[in-house]
C-alpha cells in the first residue's frame, strides 16, 4: 500500500512512502499486551551538498564508493509511528595502499540515537509537561532508555554548568526557599540509601545524592552557600517528604497531591513531624 505522505525534514527528497501493520508489546515478558498498530516508511535520498574532502591518514582525496541506507525514528502521526530510511553517500580513499572510508552526515540526525530532531524536541516537549517515561515512550514508539536518555540531557541543559575542561557543575537554586525538607529513602530494594533535599512550598529539588549520612548536608551547604541556608526559616525532616518526591515524580495527579497534603497535615498535628527552625548560629555551628 503506497500513499503520498511529506517528512517535513530539511535537506531531505522523499521518493516513496508505505505503511504496514506492526506488533508492538507496550507491557513486560510476563504480563505482555500486544498492540497492533500502523508503521509509516519514509523513503529518500540526503540532498545536502558535501564539499571535496582529504583522507585524514594520507592526505589523497576521497571519492565516491557508492551509498549506506540508514532508519531513523520520526514523529508520530496520531496513534501511528513513522520511519525514515534515508540513503547518504560514502566515500573512500582514493590511493591503493590506504582502507579509509566514512559516510556523509545526516543533518537532521539527533546527536547520539537513531531519531530524528523533530522526534528528539517533541520526547522533550512531552517531558517537559509532565508526563512519565513509560507515558513518552508509549505515544512516541521509543524505547524508554532513550527517553531517559533524552530527559537526562534535558535536565543537564537546564540544571548544569560545563566548564572549559569539561567538568560537571550543579547551578545554585534560582530562588531563595524559605522551607526546605530533608529526607532518606532507599534505592532498589536494597541496603543503599540516597538522600533528596527539595523546596516543600514549590516542590523543587534542590539536592539528590546517594548516601544518608552528614556528609550529604555538608555538601548541600557548601553548594548553596551560608548565607542561603541562613536565609531559610525552617528545616522539615521527615519520611513524608520521601512520599512528596514519589508523588511527584510518579503520579503528578490532583488526587495524588490531595493524598500528600492530608497525610501531611495528619502527621503535622499528630506530632510525627519536626520542624526546627534554622538560624544562623545553627548553621554554623554544624
Same mark, same amino acid.
Given at each position: 500500500?503506497?500513499?503520498s505522505?511529506?517528512?517535513?525534514?530539511?535537506?531531505?527528497?522523499?521518493?516513496?512512502?508505505?505503511?504496514?501493520r506492526?506488533?508492538r508489546?507496550? =507491557?513486560?515478558?510476563?504480563?505482555p499486551?500486544? /498492540?497492533?498498530?500502523? %508503521?509509516?516508511? #519514509?523513503?529518500?535520498?540526503? !540532498?545536502? &551538498?558535501?564539499?571535496?574532502?582529504?583522507?585524514?591518514?594520507?592526505?589523497?582525496?576521497?571519492?565516491?564508493?557508492?551509498?549506506?541506507?540508514?532508519?531513523?525514528?520520526?514523529?508520530?502521526?496520531?496513534?501511528?509511528?513513522?520511519?525514515?530510511?534515508?540513503?547518504?553517500?560514502r566515500?573512500?580513499?582514493?590511493?591503493?595502499?590506504?582502507?579509509?572510508?566514512?559516510?556523509?552526515?545526516?543533518?537532521?540526525?539527533?546527536? =547520539?540515537h537513531?531519531?530524528?530532531?523533530?522526534? /528528539?524536541?517533541?520526547? %522533550?516537549?512531552? #517531558?517537559?509537561?509532565?508526563? !512519565?517515561? &513509560?507515558e513518552?515512550?508509549?505515544?512516541?514508539?521509543l524505547?524508554?532508555?532513550v527517553?531517559?536518555?533524552?530527559?537526562?540531557a534535558?535536565?543537564?541543559?537546564?540544571?548544569?554548568?560545563?566548564d572549559?575542561?569539561?567538568?560537571?557543575?550543579?547551578?545554585?537554586?534560582?530562588?531563595?526557599a524559605?522551607?526546605?525538607g530533608?529526607?532518606?529513602?532507599?534505592?532498589?530494594?536494597?541496603?543503599?540509601?540516597?538522600?533528596?533535599?527539595?523546596?516543600?512550598?514549590s516542590?523543587c529539588?534542590?539536592w539528590?545524592?546517594?548516601?544518608?549520612?552528614k556528609?550529604?548536608?555538608?555538601?548541600?551547604?557548601?553548594?548553596?552557600?551560608?548565607?542561603?541556608?541562613?536565609a531559610?526559616?525552617?528545616l522539615?525532616t521527615?519520611?513524608f517528604?520521601?512520599?512528596?518526591?514519589?508523588?511527584?515524580?510518579?503520579?503528578?495527579?490532583?488526587?495524588s497531591?490531595?493524598?500528600?497534603?492530608?497525610l501531611?497535615?495528619?502527621?503535622?498535628?499528630?506530632?510525627?513531624?519536626?520542624?526546627?527552625?534554622?538560624?544562623?548560629?545553627?548553621?554554623?555551628?554544624a
Open positions: 500500500m503506497f500513499i505522505l511529506p517528512s517535513g525534514l530539511d535537506c531531505f527528497k522523499q521518493t516513496q512512502c508505505r505503511i504496514q506492526v506488533n508489546n507496550d =507491557g513486560t515478558k510476563v504480563n499486551l500486544v /498492540r497492533r498498530h500502523d %508503521e509509516y516508511e #519514509l523513503y529518500g535520498v540526503c !540532498t545536502q &551538498k558535501y564539499e571535496p574532502k582529504v583522507c585524514p591518514r594520507c592526505g589523497a582525496p576521497l571519492h565516491r564508493n557508492g551509498s549506506i541506507t540508514t532508519t531513523l525514528r520520526h514523529i508520530p502521526l496520531g496513534d501511528s509511528y513513522s520511519l525514515v530510511e534515508a540513503d547518504r553517500p566515500f573512500r580513499c582514493s590511493s591503493q595502499g590506504c582502507d579509509y572510508s566514512e559516510v556523509g552526515c545526516i543533518p537532521f540526525k539527533a546527536q =547520539g537513531l531519531i530524528t530532531e523533530p522526534l /528528539r524536541q517533541y520526547t %522533550e516537549s512531552l #517531558l517537559a509537561y509532565g508526563m !512519565t517515561l &513509560k513518552v515512550a508509549h505515544i512516541t514508539g524505547h524508554k532508555c527517553v531517559k536518555d533524552i530527559y537526562k534535558r535536565l543537564e541543559g537546564l540544571y548544569v554548568t560545563v572549559k575542561d569539561g567538568k560537571k557543575t550543579l547551578i545554585k537554586p534560582e530562588q531563595q524559605r522551607f526546605i530533608k529526607d532518606e529513602f532507599k534505592l532498589h530494594d536494597g541496603h543503599k540509601y540516597a538522600t533528596v533535599i527539595l523546596d516543600m512550598e516542590g529539588i534542590l539528590l545524592q546517594t548516601g544518608k549520612k556528609q550529604v548536608v555538608y555538601d548541600f551547604i557548601e553548594h548553596v552557600d551560608l548565607e542561603w541556608m541562613c531559610c526559616n525552617y522539615v521527615t519520611f517528604v520521601a512520599l512528596t518526591l514519589y508523588l511527584y515524580i510518579c503520579y503528578k495527579d490532583s488526587r497531591l490531595f493524598t500528600y497534603i492530608s501531611f497535615f495528619i502527621a503535622l498535628f499528630a506530632g510525627c513531624v519536626t520542624i526546627l527552625e534554622a538560624d544562623e548560629e545553627e548553621i554554623t555551628g
